[in-house]
């Protein structure tokens, strides 16, 4: 008798679909096709999906609730098996789906078997994941808070320290170094914003999609989508099976997130450095050298720095497994897990790690003040000064202070070195109220326009951040 033709054999070759094959899978074929490595992290969004399914099977009379009920008590222990880390998690049975599946069965027996009843694995997965990336999306957004109120106390307490501000990475102008930290809240707002408005545009129920099609069972898929916190079914079950535009979206937030904590990395990598001495990290966020006893090195800050190059790599990758898929399924999908879940860790740990770093960092005043009154950073205020008190075109004022520049460069002095006569060398109508601005602190108090550095215009916005984060 060939074994094609042996019922025993047939369901032998495989759990879930043995009426159909005959022989087990390859070694390889296994290897290529198994991610329950991976997507075992969705068994609490799974369990969470089939409490639901069950429950609206037996609401819509499609199973018993007595069935329903078995159902609901062989889940919950499972849950509690792999939530104690007593589940074994086996790789022939390819993902968290089937293993979970056949679990039920080897606890309740046959009523395990209606449980995939108008299910597929195929809006099972893509309900898994949206609901794991809402959550995903939830401590993006909570931890982004957390950084943001770091920043904030420590732009209130630096409200008023003057440093200098760099375009080109040259000193510009003196600016508040809590105006500066602010600037990395306001980005920060809007990370978050990309979270919340993924998170929203996601929350819909691709569950009752089935494989491709829908169902001929009577199914009520606005039960299962209220269930699970959805906002609604989706409109379309290809839609529902096919689409992970939902996980580009949350990669492309977490690439620019990462994106924006890489910037203010590098400023806590520059800062911290001897050159620049404007701060410092404690032991607790600085490691120190196996060979060179004096070296503090801000290694977190640098893995931060390096991290876009992980999270923007998924968002490539992703789009790259994405490209040409045509409807609705295809296994390619299946690769998208590993990627999303790296990059969020990725992303979650250098959340942790800026949220840390900006509490910790203590600032050196003499030093920032210092380099705030270096390389002419008061040639804008002398210009200024020259278009308010001398009505100068601003063109013409421009080029007075930089002949100005030029002369005390000459003779290796600050602004507000140069004696009188120098100014009026170059403008005779200066007069010695120039020496009024002519300082990194007058520089900064001055620029009072509404978001400004102006102290006073600083400590506006440390109000209403306050109140916005409620700290
Ligand atoms: N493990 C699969 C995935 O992550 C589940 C869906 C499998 N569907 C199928 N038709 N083979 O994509």
Not at 149 to 168: C, I, N, R, S, Y
Not at 205 to 233: C, E, K, V, Y
Request: aromatic share 6%.
């Amino acid at each position: 008798m060939s074994s094609s033709s042996d019922p025993k054999a047939a369901a032998s070759s495989h759990q879930m679909w043995g009426g159909r094959f005959t022989t087990r899978p390859s070694d390889v074929m296994q290897a290529i096709n198994t991610c329950v490595d991976v997507d075992q992290r969705l068994a609490e969004e799974d369990i969470l999906g089939s409490l639901a399914h069950s429950d609206m099977l037996a609401a819509c009379a499609i199973i018993s609730q007595d069935d329903k009920a078995a159902i609901h008590e062989g889940l919950i222990a499972i849950r509690e098996d792999i939530r104690a880390g007593r589940f074994e998690w086996k790789p022939e049975l390819e993902d968290v789906h089937m293993n979970i599946e056949a679990a039920l069965k080897a606890r309740i027996g046959a009523p395990a078997g209606r449980l995939h009843t108008a299910r597929s694995r195929n809006d099972q997965v893509a309900t898994d994941f949206r609901l794991w990336m809402r959550g995903a999306c939830a401590r993006m957004t909570s931890l982004l808070r957390d950084y943001q109120k770091a920043l904030l106390a420590q732009a209130e307490a630096h409200a008023d320290w003057v440093m200098p501000g760099f375009t080109h990475l040259q000193t510009a102008q003196p600016i508040s170094l809590g105006h500066h930290l602010l600037c990395w809240v306001e980005h920060a707002e809007r990370d978050l914003g990309r979270f919340e408005d993924a998170a929203k545009r996601l929350n819909e129920s691709p569950l009752g999609s089935a494989a491709l099609a829908g169902t001929a069972f009577g199914i009520d898929r606005h039960h299962t989508a209220q269930a699970l916190g959805f906002d609604r079914p989706m409109a379309n079950s290809l839609d529902g099976v096919s689409s992970r535009d939902f996980a580009l979206e949350v990669l492309s937030a977490a690439a620019i997130c990462a994106v924006n904590l890489s910037r203010f990395a590098e400023e806590i990598v520059l800062w911290s450095s001897r050159r620049f001495g404007f701060a410092s990290l404690s032991d607790a966020f600085s490691t120190g050298s196996s060979i060179m006893p004096q070296k503090r090195n801000p290694d977190a800050a640098e893995l931060v720095r390096a991290k876009p190059g992980k999270i923007c790599g998924a968002l490539q990758s992703l789009l790259i497994v994405m490209k040409g898929l045509p409807l609705a399924y295809s296994k390619d999908m299946q690769e998208d897990k590993v990627i999303v879940f790296t990059a969020l860790d990725d992303l979650d740990l250098a959340l942790n790690a800026m949220i840390g770093m900006a509490g910790d960092l203590t600032f050196n005043k003499a030093a920032l003040e210092a380099a705030a009154g270096e390389a002419y950073s008061d040639a804008t205020d002398l210009a200024d000064w020259t278009v308010r008190e001398l009505g100068l075109p601003f063109r013409d004022a421009h080029h007075v202070a930089g002949s100005l520049v030029k002369a005390a460069e000459a003779r290796g002095l600050a602004l507000a070195q140069l004696p009188l006569e120098v100014f009026q060398s170059v403008e005779p109508r200066i007069d010695d109220r120039i020496y009024s601005v002519l300082s990194a602190r007058a520089s900064m108090e001055s620029r009072v326009s509404y978001g400004g550095t102006a102290p006073s215009q600083v400590r506006v916005q440390v109000q209403r951040w306050r109140e916005a984060l409620g700290a």
